[in-house]
């Protein structure tokens, strides 16, 4: 007999394996004007959930016909491709995608539980190798009315859904609670405690089945209908798990109720209860569940809802106003205090204070006058507007920030495929344990063996819960990237926000990263009497007619101190020296030493000030009035708000920070020393950024990359994530994994302190879910009885395992209690003198390489022995033939290792021409 059910069981192991593992009946894709189309039915699982016969190159679109409502198929995620579409009830929606290599490329609904693959093979069409057709990854309704997945109404259609369902769930809990109730109490009341004033009636099996039939047939219809239809595509959820427990609970009470004679008095036990009251605690579990996966999706919602419905705009003169849709490119948009901006675009009179915290994540207002960009949603604090719509529609900064944020919480993290794996093996694993407990103890157990084998293989069924796996990295993904984005940090997929936690090195490039990226006013230091107003306003008056970056900046810093500029005569420029005029009728120098030893200045007074800004890493200018040197005034690109204390907080945090610029050494050095950072890699040329970021690779760390410009694009690629200055260039923005939309520093601090707690909370999800079910499901199986006599009633494992899916939901909504540490307030930096390195390009001479191994201010000592000149400027020994630049001066060519060092000397020639024993000639 024993052999008979062993062998029994092993055919229905092998039956199992061929009907989850076995070769599935494919979909197979029909061309349609160029485009790879599947229709897919969603009716508890995908139909077909194989698609072969799909070419790379060729655009696909999938034609998801849902048939069903409820919050599992309510979304269709491809994490290869970052689609994350809505999927509405009783509609066909269309996903669009390019696949570029061929593989198998999974799709899942949001819960992670039902899934299918999309496999690419063969060759690319000939006329799309080499790059192919560019298809926006997309998805739509196939009537074309509405975009899913970012539109205002499919939120709303979304919103609505999944109202309908809680309210669903809630009435079919009711009922099951009611119903079950009485039953429970009954048996309860029986069986644990012996009580004789329970009413005979109670205990009859007619009347429980009389109660509890509507619970399994209503209250469990959800998970029923959803449960076999799972079976039926040969794959299974937790929802085939509980529908197989409860029909096998609920059949072997049926027989006990109508055939009772079929059975010995032993075995003629009812569990009408039980599967009453493990239905009813499934579903409140999913009622639960849903409630709080609907605050996940919190942040979408708030974005989408910051857009305002309509807009006032002046078209031929009129002012009409129509739907925010309707606005046009070119509209000229009226904004009255107070009001939101419909759409993004450019300032062409007024000026008010906009509030951009909902977009940029930065609480102070922000002043925007003529010719300055403002964003839609953004709103307006003071003063009324007219803007010319630059961006409308899905081109706004809002719908983009909202298309990227919905890419990330479809993308796949790492650390998931794990869990992934697990899963899709998880649901048969459990079923083939469910069928050798029972064997087991058939076999070996206590009487009534059979009622005991029922009992545990059931709780097995019940017990397990594949949704906490499924769950555990897309929650805290969704509610991660979601934070991110309300705090304008834009995380364009799960494995930057993944990898951020685990950088070892940060690289800031300095121009518009540090600095703010143009040149400003910092010092005007008088030697004569009048005062730096006096000073700076002859100087500006005479810049007020030069068209050089640095004399605007002289210019506006004037103007901001409120001083009135003066007129001027006889303005002429010197090439290499400087400018001059006549104010008030006195000569006005502007300029280097030469300008001023031309006229016969003795500039001996400025130098030393002149020095110690040079030092410090601005541009000194000179200045001398009517003859007599009268002051030094400096113009550099000044530090960012916050920098100092963004890259103290980064190296708070373990992190090095190496700032990155094409600048000379001297400028870098002086930047490095005001914010704090001590490794500088100075004079990179554009094209060789990414090797800078892949030889840092190379010494086995963990590299991110901050840059605004075209040319940081390749370094941002190149970076294991790359983050983008939100002011910065599209170009920059599109290379990078995060986008820092205020363009303040402190966002990748933030980034990085989100990161490591979304991480914390995806490893609490997993141990949540991995150890429950590797604790749960043996304890079912009954592995303790025969030490302990412990076993695991159904009803209790039905609660366990309702709160184990509910427990990894709940813990990642803790995330969404993330707020940014504030940084603390750094007044001053330390001046500790940065290791400079000279940046060059690393595959062209990786072993010649230029490095300073000293400190900056301890230069010329390259290990080089080939070198035979010395740099005047710096001190740093060269090769003639390595030369960056070159000037004659007074006969002899003199040799520089920069170009940044040859603009120094062409500054103030005379100051090096004549170095130590005639250093640099040659």
């Known amino acids: 007999m024993s052999w ?25 894709v029909s061309l349609e004007d160029g485009v790879q189309v599947v229709r897919v039915t969603v009716d508890g699982g995908y139909s077909p959930d194989v698609i072969e016969g799909v070419r790379p190159g060729v655009p696909v679109r999938l034609l998801f016909d849902r ?39 999974r799709f899942a609904c949001g819960m992670n539980m039902v899934s299918g693959v999309v496999r690419v093979s063969g060759s690319p069409p000939a006329d799309t190798q080499g790059g192919g057709t560019v298809v926006e990854q997309a998805s739509r309704p196939v009537d074309g009315t509405t975009a899913a997945g970012g539109t205002a109404p499919d939120a709303e259609a979304e919103e609505a859904e999944r109202a309908a369902e809680i309210r669903d769930l809630t009435r079919r809990l009711l009922v099951g609670a009611v119903l079950s109730a009485p039953v429970l109490v009954a048996v309860m009341a029986v069986e644990l405690f012996q009580a004789m004033w329970v009413p005979e009636f109670l205990m009859n099996p007619w009347l429980q089945l009389a109660l509890i039939a509507p619970v399994m047939f209503y209250t469990g219809w959800p ?25 096998a609970a609920f059949g072997y009470s049926l027989v006990v109720t109508f055939l009772p004679w079929l059975l010995p008095d032993a075995l003629r036990h009812v569990y009408y209860e039980a599967v009453g009251v493990i239905i009813t605690l499934i579903l409140l579990g999913r009622l639960l569940e849903t409630k709080a996966k609907a605050g996940t999706g919190e942040a979408i919602r708030a974005l989408i809802g910051l857009q305002p419905r309509t807009a006032r705009v002046e078209r031929d003169g009129a002012e009409l106003e129509v739907g925010v849709d309707e606005v046009r490119v ?4 009226l904004i009255r205090p107070g009001e939101k901006l419909p759409v993004d675009g450019e300032v062409t009179s007024g000026s008010s204070s906009i509030d951009e915290s909902m977009v940029t994540g930065e609480s102070m207002p922000v002043t925007k006058s003529v010719g300055d960009t403002v964003i839609g949603a953004t ?18 900064m809002l719908a983009q920030i909202i298309k990227l944020v919905r890419e990330a919480q479809g993308s796949k993290a790492p650390i998931q495929r794990l869990a992934d794996q697990v899963s899709s093996y998880f649901v048969p694993a459990v079923i083939v344990i469910a069928v050798w407990t029972f064997v087991a103890w058939v076999l070996v157990g206590p009487p009534p063996v059979f009622i005991f084998a029922l009992v545990a293989a059931v709780s097995v069924l019940i017990i397990a819960c594949p949704c906490a796996l499924g769950l555990a990295t897309p929650m805290s993904i969704t509610v991660g990237t979601g934070k991110g984005a309300a705090h304008g940090i834009l995380i364009r997929s799960a494995e930057a926000l993944e990898t951020a936690h685990k950088l070892q090195t940060i690289i800031l490039d300095k121009t518009g990263t540090l600095t703010r ?60 020296q400087g400018v001059m005029a006549r104010v008030d009728g006195l000569r006005v120098l502007v300029g280097n ?6 006229f016969g200045v003795d500039a001996a007074v400025l130098l030393a000030a002149h020095d110690r800004l040079a030092a410090e890493g601005k541009t000194a200018m000179l200045v001398a009035v009517d003859g007599h040197p009268a002051g030094v005034v400096a113009v550099a690109d000044t530090l960012k708000e916050g920098a100092p204390a963004a890259v103290a907080a980064l190296q708070a945090r373990g992190i090095e920070v190496v700032m990155m610029t094409g600048d000379n050494r001297h400028t870098a050095a002086a930047i490095a020393r005001q914010v704090g950072i001590t490794r500088v890699v100075a004079e990179v040329m ?39 200055i939100g002011t910065g260039t599209d170009v920059a923005i599109e290379s990078s994994d995060i986008t820092l939309v205020s363009g303040a520093l402190v966002g990748i601090v933030t980034a990085v302190d989100l990161s490591r707690a979304t991480m914390r909370n995806i490893k609490q999800n997993l141990v949540f879910a991995f150890l429950y079910n590797i604790l749960g499901i043996p304890i079912a199986a009954g592995v303790l009885y025969p030490a302990f006599g412990i076993t695991l009633s159904p009803i209790i494992a039905a609660a366990a395992m309702a709160l184990s899916s509910l427990s990894v939901v709940a813990n990642a909504n803790r995330l969404r209690r993330f707020t940014p540490r504030p940084l603390a307030a750094t007044t001053q930096v330390a001046g500790v003198d940065p290791l400079v390195e000279v940046g060059g390009s690393v595959e062209a001479s990786h072993h010649t390489q230029r490095k300073e191994t000293t400190m900056f201010g301890l230069f010329g000592k390259k290990k080089d022995t080939t070198a035979k000149v010395v740099d005047p400027v710096c001190g740093m020994k060269i090769d003639p033939t390595d030369a960056a630049a070159t000037r004659d001066h007074d006969g002899p060519t003199i040799y520089f290792c920069s170009k940044g060092c040859a603009e120094t000397f062409d500054a103030d020639p005379h100051r090096y021409a004549h170095g130590p024993s005639g250093a640099g000639h040659h």
Request: overall charge negative; hydrophobic content about 45%.
């Open 223 to 247: 998970i029923h209908r959803t449960g076999w239809k799972a079976l039926s595509h040969r794959t299974a959820d937790m929802n085939s798990l509980i529908t197989l427990g409860t029909f």
């Open 517 to 576: 990226g143009v040149p400003a006013l910092t010092d005007v230091i008088p030697v004569t009497d009048g005062g730096e107003d006096r000073l700076l306003a002859a100087v500006a008056g005479v810049e007020r007619a030069s068209e050089h970056p640095l004399a605007a900046a002289i210019v506006a810093g004037a103007t901001e101190r409120g001083l009135a500029v003066p007129e001027v005569d006889g303005f002429e420029s010197v090439t290499g």
């Open 379 to 396: 709103i307006n604090t003071t003063g009324a507007l007219r803007y010319r719509a630059t961006k409308v529609g899905a081109d706004t």
């Open 686 to 724: 554009p094209d060789h950024k990414a090797a800078e970021v892949r030889r840092l690779q190379a010494d086995g760390k963990v590299v991110g990359m901050v840059g605004d410009g075209i040319n940081d694009a390749p370094a941002l690629a190149q970076a294991d994530v790359g983050s983008a």
């Open 67 to 105: 048939q069903e409502s409820g919050e599992c198929t309510s979304r269709v995620v491809m994490p290869d491709f970052k689609v994350n579409a809505a999927l509405p009830a009783f509609r066909t929606t269309a996903v669009e995608f390019l696949p570029t290599e061929t593989g198998e490329y």
């Open 593 to 598: 030493r030469r300008l001023l030893d031309a």
């Open 4 to 28: 008979l059910v062993i062998g029994g069981a092993v055919v229905v192991t092998g039956l199992l394996w061929w009907f989850f593992f076995g070769p599935k009946r494919a979909g197979q």
């Open 330 to 333: 070119g509209d000229i948009v």
